[in-house]
């Protein structure tokens, strides 16, 4: 059982790389053959040789899943945290749906996309982006809290000055929040807009308030990862 821990467990000795590697491949193969299905005119013979690909792929991440439990000190806390979910959710839609048509649980496969989530557990790049997030988690809240109020000021501001003018574009405040959530993030795609002068003077003082936000998360992770490169390097 130590030896079984120690290969399914991440750590640097040979066998725990092959197996893990082994695991990354499956994850690559499996989101390349859950794009190649969606492609229209495939032949009914290469659907039937991505649905045994599929088979083979879940039986062996079953057995990575089922595996991990066993060699799990505390099983139960291994099953509700954050990597069993996702163990059990990139497997769980092809049992769910075994025998049922694609068209009738299409939203159900579409949570075999967790299966790319798999691959945090195996990147030391998403771990160092873990340990950033950690550091600024709270600045982060704040940030977030910030962000949610900036884009309700914003869709009350634009109903008040657009409503009496375009009555059928923003209806209420609920329907502005659309234009605002687009123009705080300045993407714009301009099926909302201000015809009114306030509203245009509005909308840059929005667009610019939205420059500096989006700045703000950028030089926090900036800093986060240079903190936990500092930490790395001091070995804590």
């Known amino acids: 059982m130590p030896a079984l821990k120690e290969i399914i467990e991440y750590n640097d000795s040979k066998g725990s790389k092959i197996f893990n590697g082994f695991i990354e491949v499956l994850i690559f193969i499996s989101i390349i053959s859950f794009s190649v299905q969606t492609l ?19 039986i062996v991440f079953t057995i990575e899943y089922i595996l991990r439990i066993i060699v799990a000190d505390n ?3 291994y099953i509700f945290s954050l990597y069993g979910l996702i163990d059990l959710l990139a497997i769980l839609p092809f049992y769910i749906t075994a025998g049922i048509d694609l068209r009738a649980l299409r ?34 809240i704040v940030f977030f809290f910030v962000i949610c109020f900036m884009i ?3 869709a009350v501001g634009i109903y008040y000055f657009e409503n009496p003018v375009q ?7 609920f329907h502005s929040l659309w234009w ?6 300045t993407v714009g ?19 610019l308030i939205g420059l500096g936000i989006i700045a703000v998360p950028t030089g926090l992770l900036t ?7 500092d930490l790395e390097e001091d070995g804590t």
């Open 189 to 207: 795609y301009g099926d909302a807009i201000p015809l009114t002068v306030g509203g245009k003077i509005f909308t840059i003082v929005i667009l």
């Open 223 to 229: 800093s986060a990862f240079s903190r936990t490169n």
């Open 167 to 173: 009555p059928e574009v923003f209806k209420s405040i």
């Open 180 to 185: 605002a959530v687009i123009t705080l993030t």
């Open 152 to 154: 309700f000021l914003s």
């Open 75 to 77: 099983k139960l806390k």
């Open 107 to 140: 939203m159900v496969r579409f949570f075999r996309l967790f299966r790319v989530l798999k691959l945090f557990r195996y990147s030391k790049a998403i771990k160092r982006f873990q340990n950033a997030l950690k550091l600024i988690k709270d600045e982060l």
């Open 40 to 58: 229209p005119d495939l032949t009914e013979k290469t659907r039937e040789y991505l649905r045994i690909l599929e088979v083979v792929i879940v």
